[in-house]
């Protein structure tokens, strides 16, 4: 087998787009934020941490909101989040497709599809 497994996954934002993508990505989601190389600072976006991998949220000029691809995070409380997106004025659409996952569909700041699913070893 050639390849091992993910590192990262890049999510697209509109240049300009970090302030709001850190109040998603990290205040709501509470991602914690990584330090990007400083030679890639000068291009925008933001990185933050997901687990032992990373996402990057990258600046794009001509961008376009993805409303098929996209992530599904593993959460800790899928309630607790869902009552808290909703409180921060975002859409919360139940998804019962699959009867062994509870999981719900959003979208960050900028119209990108989220997926959250309800994690099996809640602590």
Request: charged content about 25%; some cysteine; aromatic content about 8%.
């Amino acid at each position: 087998m050639q390849v091992l497994e993910l590192d990262h996954l890049q999510i697209a934002i509109p240049v300009g787009g970090e302030a709001l993508a850190r109040e998603f990505y990290a205040d709501i989601l509470g991602m914690p934020e990584l330090p990007k190389p400083v030679l890639m600072q000068l291009r925008g976006g933001a990185w933050f941490a997901c687990g032992d991998r990373q996402i990057h949220l990258g600046a794009e000029v001509n961008f376009q909101p993805a409303k098929k691809a996209h992530p599904a995070f593993i959460v800790r409380d899928l309630d607790a989040l869902c009552a808290l997106l909703r409180a921060s004025g975002y859409a919360v659409l139940k998804n019962e497709e699959l009867p062994e996952v509870r999981r719900v569909f959003t979208e960050d700041p900028f119209g990108n599809r989220i997926e959250l699913i309800q994690s099996k070893y809640v602590a």
